[in-house]
């Protein structure tokens, strides 16, 4: 082939793989030439590199000054005003380029951050649901249900010598007294995996005792606890947790969560106190005796 005439085609450009093959017909051929005359070539980022084709390849062209190219404006140029202009078209394609990589990028991390976001405000909800989702849960060895075999968790501050006194003092003899099963935090925990163990007694329990002192939170495993009887109790719809304060707390020391939950239940709260009421007011809330 010596001749191939694409005038008045109407051709907006040159794609990528008509570039390659003219160049292989030319290289086949040096004789080789193309009419691309009154096609009105698009002016355009999208066929920049069509118009740098053309620009470095004029041998391929039998005539270069009957060639018209539309702008964005609607208005044309001929070969001439188009070789001109080229650079600065290069020029705005490349800020182009770069401002949607940018904003490419900017919304990718944006959307991850939304993410993230929803991911971190729905945490212990979606921690809840997976084990609740799992077919088997234990407390310490025992394979538990999803049917409560337990009266109480009780969770407090092992590290605290008065509130372990208070507990194996005056809070475990009361349950033994009357007759409610409990789970003593990790004292009944084995080695392990002590999140799991942790889910298995938040589920497998009818209530959660929790005694409030100011430093029970830094422990990332009661905070863990807390959360999760807080969502068993969204869950459940009833009052699975019993607070109770056995020292003054601050509550804006407390993790976001756990203060707002105590904001909104502080009328249920009860206070330590070695005394008849509070002993009945325990039983009760353990029971839901009315």
Known sequence: MTYLDLSS?????????????????????????VDLSNNKFQFICTYVQSL?????????????????????????????????QLPRLTQNCQIKEIFSFVLTIFFIHLMCL?????????????????????????????????????????TYDEGEPRIRQIVGNMIIPFMREKNISYILGEVDFPGGDMVSHISGAITGTRKTLVLLSEDLFLDHYREY?????????????????????????????????????????LYRCLVYRNNQTFWTLLGHAIRNDK
């Open 114 to 154: 939304l993410v993230l976001a929803v991911f971190f405000h729905y945490r212990w909800k979606l921690r809840y649901l997976y084990f609740i989702g799992q077919r088997r849960l234990h407390i310490g060895g025992r394979l538990v249900n999803y049917n409560p075999q337990v009266d109480v968790f009780i």
């Open 52 to 84: 740098h084709f053309l620009v470095t390849n004029t041998q391929l062209f039998e005539t270069v000054d009957e060639m018209m190219f539309r702008k964005e404006d609607n208005t044309y140029l001929n070969y001439m005003e188009m070789v001109a």
């Open 225 to 265: 606890e807390m959360n999760l009887a807080i969502m068993r109790e969204f869950n459940v719809r009833g009052q699975v947790i019993v607070p109770v304060f056995v020292e003054r707390v601050d509550l804006n020391t407390y993790p976001p969560e756990v203060e707002t939950y105590l904001r909104n239940q």
């Open 9 to 33: 085609n109407r051709l907006p450009g040159l794609s990528d793989e008509m570039r390659e093959e003219l160049k292989r017909l030319k290289f086949d051929n040096p004789q080789f030439l």
